[in-house]
């Protein structure tokens, strides 16, 4: 069974630059995570698909970053236009119930 | 507010010598607590899920356990292979996760 997809796996960019996360996640696996993971932290939750629908995505910070599902399968993270602060991994993760599949991860370095 | 605190930060072990972290939580209703092992650059790889008090888990040299306010992961005998970051999170009522910042383990062969 193929794992969770993430690309690109490094990412540099300046600041202000915009920048998108794909994501690829488990066939059949309806739900769909975007997490961000600072250094020495453990993930925090962006925003949860269920399906093509948005069901959480209360610590999404709007005025930057947008996400989208189509057809209910990959998924698109984008951050326009990107901060110092976003430096982090940005992590994909995917379920069919309540254990999580993860994704390799992006790591995102905004200089 | 629903929290996760893991402890300690970080553990050095000797190999061989068995220990145990610590998960500490609240949350407004609990659905399940997970463990995770995050190797360096790497996602988190799922270890359990515990779903009440008394419950208890084991894989290997991992065993983890649970009550109404915090989860144990017991390694015994240790390998340097173990080394990595264990994670905890809680999922709630609300279906939503909160980890912790995770306890980063050496084992010194």
């Known amino acids: 069974e193929a794992g969770v997809v993430q690309s690109p796996r490094y990412k540099i960019i300046e600041k202000k630059q915009p920048v998108a996360f794909w994501c690829n996640p488990i066939s059949g696996h309806n739900t769909l995570y975007w997490y961000r993971q600072n250094l020495g932290q453990g993930p925090e939750l962006l925003i949860r698909y269920e399906n093509e629908e948005a069901v959480d995505d209360s610590q999404l910070p709007k005025d930057r970053f947008s996400a989208e599902r189509l057809k209910g399968v990959d998924s698109t993270l984008k951050i326009q236009p990107a901060e110092l602060g976003d430096s982090a991994v940005y992590l994909c993760?995917?379920?069919?119930?309540?254990?999580?599949?993860f994704g390799p991860g992006t790591r995102l370095t905004v200089t | 507010e629903d929290q996760v605190t893991q402890s300690p930060e970080a553990l050095r072990l000797q190999e061989g010598e068995s220990s145990s972290l610590n998960c500490s939580y609240t949350v407004s209703g609990l659905r399940g607590l997970f463990w995770y092992r995050q190797d360096p650059g790497k996602g988190p790889e799922f270890l359990f899920t515990l779903y009440s008090a008394g419950e208890e888990k084991e894989k290997e040299r991992l065993k983890a356990t649970l009550t109404k306010k915090e989860s144990f992961l017991h390694i015994t005998a240790p390998k340097p292979e173990d080394s990595a970051t264990y994670l905890c999170?809680?999922?709630?009522?609300?279906?939503?996760?909160?980890f912790g910042t995770g306890t980063s383990l050496t084992v010194i062969p």
């Open positions: 993760a995917s379920s069919s119930g309540l254990r999580q599949y």
């Open positions: 999170a809680v999922l709630n009522t609300g279906n939503q996760f909160y």
